[in-house]
């Protein structure tokens, strides 16, 4: 992350409009369970803001994108302070606010996700809007909705490189393949080792010099690491591997902003995933972390 002064961590703690319940206790578990220690520790002074929709009463949709409308007003006024922002969500569709802040000219997608996150209303056979983020913000559905968003324009889809997945349902393996986004699976990365996703890092460096980092933290392993919410299927990053890929990502670009999603605490009773969480927000605003640069996995030529 070059040239900023400190971050901004911006709290949305909604899952589905509804405010603290299920992965929308997350992010203030993060806050609670030592985010701003960890930030303190790099000697940042967080600013913390948590942002609330007025949508009376709530509903799936119209909430998203009225949160999105929030979120992205904080995060032009952070970059604005020259604070990064870290978006800590409920659901993956607030990262449409985060890009629209941060302002798509030029900017590349870098999203961490044991899912697509690439239904459309038409695909998808849950009905649940956060399995669309990415498709909305390269600018596939709810366009009118997104539109309403603050500084929204789709990101080209060649700028996205989409990591760690393992259960894209048939249509959203259908609809990525249709797509110019870089796919690069979690058995692709169990086989072949990060170098996978290095190779899509340097094409997408060629593109673009800044990026949003999406962190959906149930791309870690649910067995080895932990799980993070109930969606969380077998397989997935662990936590070196996910530290590594982070430092790779901010060894390459301008981290213009980040998000961490989908944490429901209910699931991590010993707090493993906490302290992953903990560990990656380290290696997102701090790439001097030690504990990424000391992985031997980057010393070693990709
Ligand atoms: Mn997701």
């Known amino acids: ?60 949709v119209a909430t998203a994108f009225e949160l999105d409308g929030l979120v992205s007003e904080r995060v032009r006024g952070a970059l604005a302070d020259g604070r990064v922002p870290l978006v800590l969500s409920g659901n993956c569709n607030a990262s449409v606010g985060t890009i629209s802040g941060a302002g798509t000219s030029s900017l590349g997608i870098v999203w961490f996700d044991a899912h697509a996150d690439f239904n459309t209303p038409e695909t998808t056979t849950s009905g649940f809007t956060d399995g669309m983020g990415l498709a909305v913000a390269v600018g596939h559905c709810w366009r009118r909705m997104a539109g309403g968003v603050p500084g929204f324009f789709p990101v080209p889809e060649e700028n996205v490189v989409l990591a760690g997945v393992r259960d894209a349902q048939p249509a959203e393996k259908e609809r990525l393949a249709a797509s110019e986004v870089t796919v690069v699976e979690a058995n692709r990365i169990d086989r072949e080792g990060l170098r996978a996703l290095a190779g899509a890092l340097d094409d997408l460096k060629a593109a673009v010099g800044r990026v949003y980092v999406h962190l959906d933290l149930d791309v870690l392993d649910a067995e080895k690491v932990g799980r993070a919410n109930e969606f969380a299927p077998r397989g ?41 969480a903990l560990a990656c927000v380290g290696a997102l605003v701090s790439p001097s972390n030690p504990a990424v640069q000391g992985d031997p996995r980057e010393r070693k030529p990709l």
């Open 236 to 276: 997935g990053l662990g936590t070196e591997e996910l530290l590594a890929a982070l430092g790779m990502v901010s060894g390459r670009f301008d981290v213009a902003a980040a998000g961490i999603a989908s944490y429901d605490p209910t699931f991590d009773a010993d707090g493993r995933v906490l302290k992953t």
């Open 1 to 60: 992350m070059g040239g900023y002064q400190d971050v901004s961590v911006i709290v949305a703690p909604y899952d589905s409009g509804h405010r603290g319940v299920r992965m929308g206790a997350g992010p203030e578990h993060l806050l609670g369970g030592g985010l701003r220690g960890a930030l303190r520790e790099r000697g940042l002074s967080p600013s913390i803001e948590t942002v609330h929709p007025e949508g009376d009463p709530p509903a799936e």
